[in-house]
């Protein structure tokens, strides 16, 4: 709609491909009701996961409620920890879209929308097993906007450097978890 100016009579044929994404979400609908007779089997299963629909900020919380009763060193700390920084710091992020010189400008500012509804989607249904953010790390990958914020955050030498160094240390962090038989996302 951006590259047509919003004008629906500039829409080409070109323009249905937007249709199938829709559509592919109702024939899987179609295919759970034919094989599990549940149009929403998908959305269902998110039960096994211990996950529910909640206020957003209800997962943060929960989250570092744990932190603060578990003992500092615990499996169930650090991991709520992980979770928890992952998720504040893709939130920080999305914010800066809006706001500050990072902001994106008027013709963008559709991405900065998405990467909006994509996090608030993404806190919706924190689990109640233990790790209220559980994945957090890898469902806020869906969010490119706040790494093109980051990006923007990232321009001079020496925060770039800091940045990396953090980060690899990190990826050392859960190659050792992931190889020791625990968490890697």
Known sequence: MRQRQFNLRRIRFDGLGALLIP???????????????DFLAFSHAQS???????????????????????????????????????GCMILALVILSFVGPWRFHQSTMAYALYGAAAFLFVILFPSNNGAPL????????????????????????????????????????????????????
């Open 23 to 37: 559509m592919g979400l109702g024939i899987f609908a179609v295919y759970c009701q034919l094989h599990f007779h």
């Open 48 to 86: 096994v996961w211990g996950r529910s629909l909640r206020l957003p900020p209800l997962g943060f919380l929960s989250s570092l409620k744990i932190i603060l009763s578990d003992p500092p060193l615990t499996f169930a700390s650090i991991h709520n920890v992980v979770d928890l920084s992952a």
């Open 134 to 185: 559980q994945s957090q790390m890898r469902l806020v990958m869906e969010v490119f906007p706040a790494f093109i914020v980051l990006s923007s955050l990232l321009s001079s030498h020496k925060s770039f450097i800091a940045y990396t160094l953090i980060a690899n240390s990190l990826t050392i962090f859960f190659l050792l978890q992931f190889l020791t038989g625990f968490w890697m996302v």
